[in-house]
């Protein structure tokens, strides 16, 4: 699109942000279903429900910004989408570690290789984006490929996979679950944009609308998973 034929209001024609709009008003809903629903659950699951609505609340801060960014400037906000990444998949990770610590014995130092692998994936990302058309924009991604598919490594074959049947709830074992699928196959919608977006001329559109959809799976899903962990778990008490 021409930045110079952008006008500061929202045209309906215009699909990426109209996207942006859509996420903005799902980020704001979740965040408050989230927080409402918190007194539903017992124990440690209202803090994660607590996080589930920080991390939706926080994007949905972002979302309001990025939105006017792409509809007053037809250009990607990559410094707030990266911003959001980094203070949202950190808190997604202690999430995932507090669950899993529910259901396994494991080492903290699990935990700070997850959230480093976490942040080489996005920091690489992030300059790969910002080097978008230079020679280092391919090798940076693949740098970021890798770290991420550590994480798939260490969640399904390494320490995290130790799960101990005796522990944890079956609500909790089945958020776990959940949550494995949410960072390998929801997680890879990421990438997906990344190479649609910068592949040959680059697509920008693509990139956002993908990035878009790929937020509110990995947002909201993921928070919807541990909310129907918590309410199920809730549930169990209350008939026991
Ligand atoms: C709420 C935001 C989330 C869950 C963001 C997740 C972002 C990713 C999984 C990004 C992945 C990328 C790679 C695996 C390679 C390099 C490019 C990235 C940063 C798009």
Redesign the pocket.
């Known amino acids: 699109m021409d930045s110079t034929t952008m006008s500061p209001m929202l045209d309906p024609s215009d699909y990426v942000g109209v996207s942006f709009w859509i996420i903005s008003a799902a980020m704001v809903a979740a965040t408050f279903f989230f927080y409402v629903e918190r007194d539903r659950a017992v124990g440690k699951w209202k803090t994660s429900l607590s996080v589930a609505a920080m ?1 939706t609340g926080i ?1 949905a801060i972002h979302y309001f910004y990025m939105r006017g960014v792409w509809i007053s400037t037809g250009e990607s906000p990559t410094v707030f989408r990266y911003v959001d ?1 980094l203070l ?2 950190p808190l ?1 990770i202690i999430e995932f570690y507090l669950i899993l610590t529910a259901i396994a014995v494991v080492a903290a130092s699990l935990f700070w290789r997850l959230l480093a692998a976490s942040v080489i ?2 920091v ?2 992030y300059l ?1 984006e910002v080097n978008a058309g230079s020679a280092v924009l391919w090798p940076l ?1 693949v740098i ?2 890798v770290a ?1 598919i550590y994480i798939i490594y260490e969640i399904f074959a390494g320490e995290a996979s130790r799960i101990n049947a005796s522990e944890g709830t079956v609500a909790s074992k089945r958020a776990f679950s959940a949550l494995r699928i949410i960072v390998t196959v929801g ?1 890879a919608i ?2 997906i944009g ?1 190479v649609y977006g910068y592949m040959g001329d680059g697509n920008m559109a693509a990139l956002n609308v993908v990035y878009n959809l790929a ?1 509110f799976v ?2 909201i899903a993921f928070g919807v998973v541990i909310w129907a962990a918590a309410t199920s778990d809730n549930a169990n008490e209350a008939a026991s």
């Open positions: 991390v994007a990444w949202t998949v997604q994936m996005l690489t990302g790969a991604f970021g490929m991420w997680w990421y990438p990344f937020d990995n947002k």
